[in-house]
């Protein structure tokens, strides 16, 4: 899979993609990423990448030329990226389903703000997509364009050693994960629920299962519209919820 970054961070960026997972698919070559320093797209002496904003009002713009020179730059030297995504609070909230739906296009370009935005017409020429990682304001784009990859880049074959551990995670089937314990047993008077050192593994699994959905139910229960539930976790929650029912 191969991404591009535009920004003028490029350090901040590379900083980020070095470690875990990410660093070591890109070490060995699943995952092809170019950290483009939008500065060095710019004519002038000084490589100034900012202006005053039309109308006036607070703040500078990111100025489009640069953003224009270093798409045309990516598009020759490595192909036309199938999605071309700003990030934006204004944008489309990222979510585990628009992270398949970018690990599908193979080629994804994220173009990373800063100041008080990108000049809109970078937006109405290159973006195939607006996406936002949550309400809240930050001081650039290059933090949500990490973001943007790891999610994206844990979902290509081979990216996380074990497949299994992908589909299981929470969200993998829309739902939250089940708490996790390791060694010792018994820590600071706090003990491991038997059921996981039972060594009954059908039990671990529906006790897993029950554990995932229950904490969904409580802190999440919006998920519930939308998750893939089996028979038995209907039933599950017809029984919790004519439990809570009678003892009201
Ligand atoms: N910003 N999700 C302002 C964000 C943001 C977010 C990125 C701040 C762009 C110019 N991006 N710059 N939240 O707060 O994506």
Request: charged residues 30%.
């Amino acid at each position: 899979m191969k991404f591009d970054v535009v920004t003028i961070f490029p350090a901040m960026v590379n900083a980020g993609l070095a470690e875990g997972v990410v660093g070591r698919a890109r070490d060995r070559g699943l995952l092809d990423i170019g950290v483009h320093n939008l500065r060095d797209f710019t004519t002038d002496r000084h490589h100034v990448v900012d202006d005053v904003p039309f109308g006036g009002g607070p703040g500078m713009v990111m100025k489009p030329e640069p953003f224009f020179a270093a798409m045309e730059a990516i598009i020759s030297r490595r192909g036309r990226p199938q999605a071309v995504v700003v990030l934006s609070p204004a944008g489309r909230r990222f979510s585990q389903d628009e992270a398949r739906r970018l690990a599908d296009c193979g080629h994804v370009a994220l173009l990373c703000g800063r100041y008080e935005g990108i000049d809109e017409r970078v937006r109405e020429r290159w973006a195939t997509d607006e996406v936002s990682i949550g309400d809240y304001v930050l001081s650039g784009g290059e933090l949500p364009g990490l973001v943007v990859i790891d999610a994206v880049a844990r979902l290509v074959p081979g990216v996380v050693g074990d497949e299994q551990s992908v589909e299981g995670d929470s969200f993998g089937r829309g739902l939250l994960d089940y708490p996790h314990y390791t060694r010792p047993a018994e820590y600071a008077g706090l003990r491991v629920p038997e059921v996981l050192t039972s060594g009954h593994h059908g039990e671990i699994r529906r006790w897993r299962r029950q554990q995932a959905l229950r904490r969904t139910l409580e802190r999440r229960p919006d998920l519930l519209d939308t998750a893939a539930l089996d028979e038995d976790e209907r039933e599950w929650l017809r029984e919790w919820s004519a439990r809570r029912a009678r003892t009201e």
